[in-house]
């Protein structure tokens, strides 16, 4: 069966530091990787997704990037922190084969911006 | 613009009470509504709802999409607290690769 894993479930970083946030699928090939952010109380918001390795498509503009190194691993990362940069960060998988697929969800990084 | 709208925003019942939370949506060209149940982590997936009218089932749990309204309901019931949670709505857009349009959720807080 399928899992995926993200790591750490919480984060406190400063203004203004680095940060690297991962995600990885066991038990599924080439499946589409998803990056969302839930503010307090609200929905999920799109960052990123990706189809294949390397291949990243951006939603909103923003102080973060995306990368995908190998076919089951997706980054998400800053260069240089924000304070709305705080929130609860989502990765998400589906299957690549016909169309509406179901996203499947990893646990969760909390990230809090001292 | 695509729109994804939940209510109610958060509801408190007792144990064993039914409740029935609404989902409408504005989207072009629609293709099908999930619902998730979300705890305190990962969303897990519910329900997916692709034709008007067909009730989907899992144990205490049920939905429906009405196409000529543009809403799906999601039913508990007999409630217990472990549904206690936020229950989010979303629907597949256009694009061929798979973006959802999530409605805010709604908080759903089952008491003894």
């Known amino acids: 069966s399928q899992t995926i894993h993200q790591w750490p479930a919480t984060l406190v970083q400063p203004v203004g530091s680095p940060l690297s946030l991962e995600c990885t699928v066991e038990?599924?090939?080439?499946?589409?990787l998803y990056w969302y952010r839930q503010a307090a109380g609200r929905g999920l918001q799109l960052l990123f997704y990706s189809v294949g390795i390397g291949q990243i498509s951006s939603e909103v503009p923003q102080n973060l990037s995306a990368s995908r190194p190998q076919d089951r691993q997706f980054i998400l990362s800053s260069k240089k922190l924000l304070l709305s940069d705080s929130g609860f960060y989502l990765c998400?998988?589906?299957?690549?084969?016909?169309?509406?697929?179901?996203?499947?969800f990893g646990d969760g990084t909390r990230l809090s911006i001292l | 613009e695509d729109k994804v709208v939940q209510s109610p925003l958060s509801l408190v019942v007792h144990e064993g009470d039914t409740v029935t939370l609404n989902c409408s949506y504005e989207v072009t060209n629609f293709r099908s509504l999930l619902w998730y149940k979300q705890e305190k982590k990962a969303p897990t997936f519910l329900f997916m709802l692709t034709s008007s009218g067909i009730e989907k089932k899992s144990g205490r749990l049920s939905s429906i999409l009405d196409k000529k309204e543009l809403s799906s309901i999601l039913n508990i019931t007999a409630t217990q607290t472990g549904d206690s949670a936020i229950y989010l709505c979303?629907?597949?857009?256009?694009?061929?690769?798979?973006?959802?349009?999530f409605g805010a959720g709604t908080q759903v807080v089952v008491t003894p």
């Open positions: 038990g599924t090939s080439n499946p589409n």
């Open positions: 979303a629907v597949f857009l256009t694009d061929s690769w798979g973006k959802l349009q």
């Open positions: 998400a998988w589906s299957v690549q084969s016909g169309p509406d697929q179901p996203q499947h």
